[in-house]
């Protein structure tokens, strides 16, 4: 059976249960507008101007919880689990990440001297 409120708002996936989420997988990034004719217009346009999300009406038993506030929808949560780079890239990258964190702490010793 149905739980009330299906009907009007089903889960894109199962269509069995209600959809209380929306999945959050960025789909377009957004770095917003650098020219704009006045102010008011840089303001609107950026007020919404955050990331793209696919927004696909999920229920909690077909979203997949990625961390705070983050759910994606089945398809979404395939390529997330793909966007990871495989081990000795991944290795790299977290070298890199060790490099510029090492760096960020030695430009804070700088401003304290
Ligand atoms: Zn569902
Ligand atoms: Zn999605």
Not at 42 to 63: K, R, V
Request: positive net charge; proline residues 5%.
């Amino acid at each position: 059976m149905n739980e009330p409120g299906v009907f009007e708002n089903p889960c894109s996936i199962c269509g069995v249960k209600k959809a209380t989420l929306l999945c959050d997988y960025v789909i377009k990034y957004s770095n917003g507008i650098i020219f704009a004719r006045s102010w008011k217009q840089f303001q609107e346009a950026n007020a919404t101007g955050h990331n793209e999300t696919c927004d696909l009406p999920i229920c909690p038993d077909c979203s997949k919880n990625v961390g705070h506030h983050a759910d994606m929808c089945p398809h979404h949560y395939k390529l997330h689990l793909q966007a990871k780079l495989p081990g000795d890239l991944e290795i790299k990258r977290l070298r890199q990440k060790a490099k510029i964190i090492e760096g960020g702490i030695h430009d804070a010793r700088y401003l304290h001297r």
